[in-house]
């Protein structure tokens, strides 16, 4: 039972020390630490194009890291979800086939079994759902997509959820029904871990928070992140923090500063 | 009854009768690769393939040794070289690809000129031949197709999941690199074995249009692999059997076939799904 090992707490699952990776000659990860605990929920913050999506690749291991180490504890499942706009949606392929696709194991012809049928209906009602199982991926919407790839990432039994944006494009109901529905996993017992650029949306409301570029910025609670300085060197723009209803809300002043730049 | 003994002519004669089973094999052969070549938007790879494949077949040819062997090597090796580049994605790998199969296939073409004698063979490999084919070619595709069929059956999710979404694949223990190894291998294999028949300068189009065909009937992957391969074999048959009677290229009549299908599936298909039409962006 892989789940009993789940009441250790403090285990590290992944440590990254000194990381760096390059595209080319191009330095898209520079110095990064990050350690990752059991049953933690963490989530990274950063602007697009600051290497976030390079750091999961680099630690669910297609990324090749130039310098440092990634150490993921041994026999560690992890279930990957992929940013929506890197799937190939025209894929001739049924939300029922995507989630089978990751029991590389079958008999000896593969067609898709009774039990596993079953099995793929238990995780899309898990998810809400269930009644999407033979359409084609393109057929969904923008939230039942993100959930068809949660549900493959969940149907593997995975120690830690890795997710690259699971709110971008997704209006704001969809938002708030993916960040309970992972609230709810991480109460079970699930360790996560997800990029995000929804500052106020979704970052706010995690235990823990990463300010990324290229490099960790800043690492801990939203309320000690969540400050204009740390954001301003992360963003690299102007940005207030006010507080609303006990948290943090975070303001940029991009508009502002482009009034600014025409006088 | 006189149209149907005529339509039963050409089975009296053996060569034509031995070109139909390996036409009809590599038909539903390069249908079922061509499913992964598609997806995988490696069209250009069995183009290449084929080109280098014919450096290597009319090398054997000048220098005696046995088809299958010489080209076979060739198409293997090349084959492996096109994966390792594909893999690293440099910049520029595909226009390398292109200089190393066309250097290769004019090479073909050179000893082609410079030994006469050697030529009738070479030119059977360049457009195919029907007339060429031998008792050992049956063999050969018979034996590819059902090693095809194999790999396929035993490494479906395998190969799907990998052709899906390479990264994730790799998380989940999938070795990425071998089964890709294995499909190129597998499509070196095929591309040696029909060539003799369907010819180097059209088995590219063999390997991309039922499939792109397949693609536009239907969303489902696993019925894609059973009507690519089920297309790819019916044109051959018709083909082989209508350039018997019209006296045209079996080869040329065969793709024409195809594109034939292919256009009717895209008028039928196209005013009903969009979705499946933006597929063809796979090519
Ligand atoms: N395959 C690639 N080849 C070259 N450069 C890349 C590649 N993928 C990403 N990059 C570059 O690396 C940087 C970081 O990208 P990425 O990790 O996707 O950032 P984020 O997910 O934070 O938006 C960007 O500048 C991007 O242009
Ligand atoms: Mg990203």
């Known amino acids: 039972m892989r789940r009993s090992i789940l009441n250790k707490t403090d285990t590290p699952l992944i440590v990254c020390e000194h990381v760096s990776c390059t595209y080319g000659n191009a330095p898209v990860l520079h110095d990064v630490y990050l350690k990752i605990n059991r049953r933690e929920f963490v989530g990274i913050v950063g602007p697009s194009g600051s290497g976030k999506t390079t750091l999961l690749k680099a630690i669910i291991g297609s990324q090749p890291v130039a310098h440092g180490s990634i150490t993921i504890e041994p026999q560690l499942t992890i279930g990957y979800v992929p940013q929506v706009e890197t799937v190939d949606w025209y894929f001739p392929v049924t939300v029922e086939e995507v989630i089978v696709m990751t029991r590389a194991k079958t008999k000896w012809w593969p067609q898709i079994t009774t039990a596993e049928r079953k099995a793929v209906r238990e995780v899309l009602e898990k998810l809400g759902i269930a009644d999407v199982a033979h359409r084609h991926i393109r057929e969904l919407s923008g939230g039942q997509q993100q959930r068809v790839f949660l549900a493959r990432a969940m149907f593997c039994q995975p120690d830690i959820l890795v997710l690259d944006e699971p709110t971008a494009g997704v209006d704001v109901r969809t938002r708030h029904e993916i960040l309970h529905l992972l609230a709810d996993l991480h109460e079970g017992g699930l360790t996560i871990l997800l990029t995000t650029h929804d500052l106020n949306g979704l970052a706010a409301h995690l235990p823990r928070l990463v300010c990324f570029n290229k490099t960790v910025l800043a690492d801990g609670n939203p309320r000690d992140v969540l400050t204009s300085q740390i954001l301003e060197a992360t963003y690299g723009a102007p940005m207030e923090v006010l507080e609303h209803g006990g948290m943090p809300l975070v303001i940029d002043h991009g508009r502002v500063a482009m009034r600014g730049e025409g006088k | ?283």
């Not at chain 2, 038909?27 to 393939?49: E, K, N, P, Q, T």
């Open chain 2, 1 to 283: 009854m006189i149209f149907a003994l005529d339509l039963l002519e050409p089975y009296g004669f053996q060569f034509f009768r031995n070109g139909l089973v390996v036409a009809t094999i590599a038909g539903a052969l390069c249908g079922l690769l061509g499913v992964f070549v598609i997806l995988r938007g490696m069209s250009y790879i069995g183009h290449g393939l084929s080109h280098a494949v014919f450096g290597g077949a009319a090398a054997s040819a000048v220098i005696k040794v046995n088809y299958f062997l010489g080209a076979g090597i060739w198409g293997i090796v090349s084959g492996l070289l096109i994966a390792r580049v594909a893999r690293r994605r440099v910049i520029g790998a595909d226009a390398a690809i292109g200089v190393v199969t066309t250097a290769s296939f004019a090479l073909g073409l050179a000893l082609m000129n410079r030994y006469g004698q050697a030529s009738k063979s070479i030119e059977a490999v360049l457009f195919g031949s029907v007339l060429g084919v031998k008792v050992v070619d049956i063999y050969a595709v018979a034996l590819v197709g059902l090693l095809g069929l194999v790999v396929v059956v035993l490494g479906y999710r395998k190969l799907l999941f990998s052709t899906f979404d390479r990264d994730v694949a790799q998380v989940s223990n999938v070795r990425v690199s071998l089964v890709e190894a294995v499909l190129l291998a597998m499509i070196s294999l095929t591309i040696l074995v029909t060539m003799r028949v369907i010819g180097t300068l059209l088995i590219s189009a063999l390997l991309v249009i039922p499939a792109a065909s397949a693609r536009m009937t239907t969303n489902s992957f696993s019925r894609m692999l059973w009507i690519s391969p089920i297309i790819g074999a019916v044109t051959c048959f018709v083909g082989m059997n209508l350039s018997y009677h019209l006296d045209t290229s079996a080869s040329a009549t065969i793709i024409l076939l195809d594109a034939l299908v292919f256009v009717v599936v895209y008028a039928v298909a196209g005013t009903r799904n969009r979705a499946k039409m933006a597929s063809l962006a796979h090519l």
